[in-house]
């Protein structure tokens, strides 16, 4: 007897440009184990949109001319809290170093891609965000956190430490691991761990800081300077 089918992951594309969301869709329809079910032409009609499709991760413009990005993405994420954790937001960018992005991913994105991320790498990171984990490099965390630096930075410090300072010894283990952008398998080859203990310590972590997801961990581990 066969295996059943994967479900595929189902895409919500959020993007001004008429042309950019007839590629993607051109694009993700034709990847295995991806859907692209519906699409956004603002964040506006996010709410909506959300409300119609179900979608499981949204790939999501920054600059849009009514509702950015930024703020339709917390609205995603305050979707996903009512609606069980889905959908996961990926940010579109065109530059890595635009301010929004942080803005974004602080607000709960799972990750970001350029424009012109090939499409195997778009199709393999909706795979990642929709299985919960990040992707989010800490090469890149590190100069987008640089190149936003301000005089608030030492006050975001001490919060940072501050918030970290209530976790146990294993649970900051973790949290400096998804600092560095580590998987949840090399988190558990590292910490001799099985990548369930390693997800129930996530699960744990998410919890305890009032986070929603990995990348904001990891964040909050740059911003205290443990990484």
């Not at 479900?7 to 329809?29: E, F, I, K, Y």
């Not at 937001?89 to 929004?100: C, S, Y």
């Not at 580590?182 to 305890?208: C, D, F, P």
């Amino acid at each position: 007897m066969s295996a059943p089918a994967a479900v595929p992951v189902r895409v919500l594309l959020v993007d001004d440009d008429p042309l950019v969301r007839s590629a993607l869709t051109l694009m993700l329809d034709g990847a295995p184990g991806v859907r692209v079910v519906g699409e956004a032409a603002d964040g506006a009609e996010v709410p909506e949109a959300l409300h119609a499709h179900s979608p499981d991760v949204v790939l999501m413009d920054l600059r849009m001319p009514r509702v950015d990005g930024v703020a339709a993405t917390r609205t995603a994420r305050e979707h996903a809290a009512r609606t069980g954790g889905r959908p996961e937001v990926i940010v579109l960018t065109t530059f890595d170093t635009d301010d929004h992005v942080l803005d974004a991913l602080r607000a709960g994105a799972a990750g970001f891609l350029l424009k012109d991320t090939p499409p195997a790498e778009i199709v393999r990171a909706i795979g990642l965000v929709a299985a919960g984990e990040g992707m989010l490099s800490p090469t890149v965390t590190k100069r987008l956190i640089a190149h936003v630096a301000d005089a608030s930075a030492h006050d975001r410090r001490r919060s940072a430490s501050g918030r970290l300072d209530d976790l146990t010894e294993r649970e900051l283990q973790v949290a400096i691991a998804l600092g560095r952008g580590a998987s949840n398998a090399e988190i558990g080859a590292e910490l001799h761990m099985s990548v369930a203990t390693v997800k129930a310590h996530v699960s744990r972590l998410l919890q305890k800081l009032d986070l929603t997801n990995r990348v904001q961990v990891a964040l909050l581990v740059h911003d205290a300077g443990l990484t």
